[in-house]
């Protein structure tokens, strides 16, 4: 399942997953975390929320978003996406407007979410009408207990959001740095200094873990060959995605594609 990158294939997908760390980055999608285990930090904008179990956060589309783990432990979370086309009666003020504070803690959370959760996670087969009915009580209490404001700016004039824009849109190819300035009409030192600001590493390491990203979901979700998930996302060659993928997981790809298995399969090993 790719959890962050451009347009989503399905109308409503979920996961029950390990929190991981994952870079600024912005899609179309609604986005929604229920903690079941450990805890996760959601940075929407500028700000950074902490989430325990039994807490929920929402990402309303097209919103500049990472997520930090901090937690040594388990650490796992629920993640909801859909397609905010899938609610014609929500989608103008999804489009326009966020919740001020964008997490929910347990003590204030509606017993309704997280039962519509679970049911979706139960289900074992794909029901399309069921699953919107759930996902509509889930906005309806976003959109009645979450203070509700108009979203700040975040035009084609703001810098940030082109710049992670155009690394979602582009990361499969090969981009740099000056090609980015000239496309985007900025200069590549005032790029160079925003990725250094505003996400706290360079733009090389910034473009890579965008495309690690893509590539555990292919690891975990594909039978492609490992060579053929390195082209994909956008690596000069496998060697260069052996090496970078080693250096943030601590394993090779084909090692964290064996564990993911053994972990599905119902062994220990992973988490």
Do not use: W
């Amino acid at each position: 399942m790719i959890l962050t990158y451009e347009n989503r294939n399905t109308e409503i997908s979920y996961e029950r997953k390990k929190s991981i760390h994952v870079p600024p980055h912005l899609h179309d999608a609604i986005e929604m975390v229920f903690v079941i285990e450990g805890s996760v930090e959601l940075g929407v904008g500028k700000d950074l929320y902490h989430l325990e179990k039994g807490d929920f956060g929402i990402v309303f589309p097209n919103v500049i978003h990472h997520y930090q783990v901090f937690g040594s432990g388990r650490n796992r979370a629920i993640y909801l996406f859909a397609n905010p086309t899938f609610f014609s009666s929500y989608i103008e003020e999804l489009q326009s407007n966020c919740p001020r504070i964008p997490i929910i803690k347990k003590d204030n959370i509606s017993p309704d979410i997280e039962y519509v959760i679970n049911q979706l996670i139960k289900q074992e087969k794909y029901n399309g009408r069921l699953e919107k009915a759930y996902m509509q009580v889930i906005l309806a209490h976003v959109f009645t207990d979450m203070e509700i404001i108009p979203r700040e700016s975040s035009g084609k004039d703001d810098v940030i959001y082109n710049a992670v824009e155009y690394v979602a849109k582009n990361f499969r190819d090969e981009i740099t740095l000056e090609k980015m300035a000239y496309e985007l009409c900025v200069s590549k030192y005032v790029l160079s200094r925003m990725f250094a600001k505003t996400f706290h590493c360079n733009f090389s390491k910034y473009v890579n873990g965008v495309r690690l990203n893509y590539a555990e979901a292919l690891l975990q979700d594909s039978k492609e060959s490992i060579i053929n998930i390195a082209l994909d996302c956008g690596f000069e060659s496998q060697r260069t995605f052996n090496r970078v993928f080693r250096k943030r997981y601590k394993m090779t790809p084909r090692e964290f594609r064996n564990r993911a298995m053994k972990l599905r399969a119902g062994e220990d090993g992973y988490d």
